[in-house]
């Protein structure tokens, strides 16, 4: 399997000196000494990495866990889940329809809720199964591609989103330079990712489902986000602290686990369900959330 791996530099600041952070799947997860990044390596090569988003996990596992079995979508459930983000983005919408794109965009369904808000959207991800859906069920703008190699317009956008996908990413400092380059001045990149600080994975350690290094390769707490975003070139950088979807208990919920029946999963999530309305938003602040919302704007008038 050695032969089969590659190794990589830090993503973040480029150094190669790391230490072991945890061995999960025969994968090493490791952290960077300069800049704490943490990060899949030596990790298996695209080829295999993008094996996993066949057909058969797009209608099985994908589509199932977004509240759409079968391609049914729930889009009041989806509607709920994101207008609180919307909300947040729509201070940079400069005309009636603002430009928005959306990196990593999967079946489309946070893009079918922008549209229906007045945005005109574009979504990219590399899955072709996922951007037929988007372009055929829910009738929007998508294409296929890896984002780092897109030739996208440039200053094309108001709105730059990549949620739940930086995680993904080979290369998430070429696709952060990529959306800086296709945001107009003044325009928002927002970034949602798992939270390597957060209660789930205090509680959970290796159990914790989100440390799977077949498919997610880096690690971010707030602060390694918001210093990849200032690197790329955003400014005002920052992390809201507050929980931006529907599900109260959500931020806090300890579902995510590769062993539902351990007790530390039964106990944590029988304790969220119960007064997880008292605890949510103290955990939240704290930086304690189950994800890490990241906002960043590119230098210049809006």
């Known amino acids: 399997m050695s032969r089969d791996l590659e190794y990589v530099p830090c993503n973040l600041c480029g150094a190669d000196d790391s230490d072991l952070a945890y061995h999960k799947h025969g994968l090493d997860i490791r952290r960077c000494r300069h800049c704490s990044l943490v990060y899949v390596n030596p990790r298996l090569p695209a080829e295999k990495v993008w094996q996993r988003y066949n057909q058969n996990y797009f209608w099985n596992e994908y589509l199932p866990a977004h509240d759409a079995p079968g391609g049914q979508v729930n889009l009041d459930s989806q509607r709920r889940r994101y207008d609180k983000l919307l909300s947040r983005l729509e201070p940079y919408r400069q005309e009636t329809r603002g430009r928005l794109l959306d990196m990593g965009c999967g079946a489309g369904f946070f893009l079918k809720i922008a549209r229906e808000a007045g945005w005109d959207e574009l979504g990219i991800d590399l899955s072709p199964d996922a951007v037929a859906f988007a372009r055929d069920r829910l009738g929007l703008h998508a294409i296929a591609g890896q984002i780092e190699h897109s030739d996208l317009p440039e200053n094309a956008f108001d709105v730059v989103t990549l949620l739940e ?6 290369d998430p400092m070429a696709v952060l330079c990529q ?3 296709v945001l107009r001045p003044g325009g928002l990149i927002a970034v949602t990712t798992p ?5 789930a994975f205090k ?3 290796l159990d914790w489902s989100i440390l799977s290094p077949t498919e997610h390769l880096y690690y971010f707490t707030e602060r390694t986000i918001q210093q990849m975003l200032t690197r790329t ?8 602290r507050s929980s931006l979807v529907f599900d109260e208990t959500a931020e806090i919920r300890v579902t995510d686990t590769h062993r539902k029946n351990a007790w530390r999963s039964r106990l944590s999530d029988w304790l969220a369900r119960r007064v997880g309305r008292i605890l949510r938003q103290p955990i939240v602040r704290a930086g304690w959330g189950n994800t890490i919302y990241a906002f960043g704007e590119k230098e210049g008038e809006k």
């Open 195 to 199: 939270n390597l600080n957060s209660l």
């Open 233 to 240: 070139g955003f400014h005002n950088v920052r992390v809201e």
């Open 165 to 170: 996908t930086i995680e993904h990413l080979f």
């Open 203 to 205: 509680f959970l350690g």
């Open 179 to 181: 959306a800086y380059r």
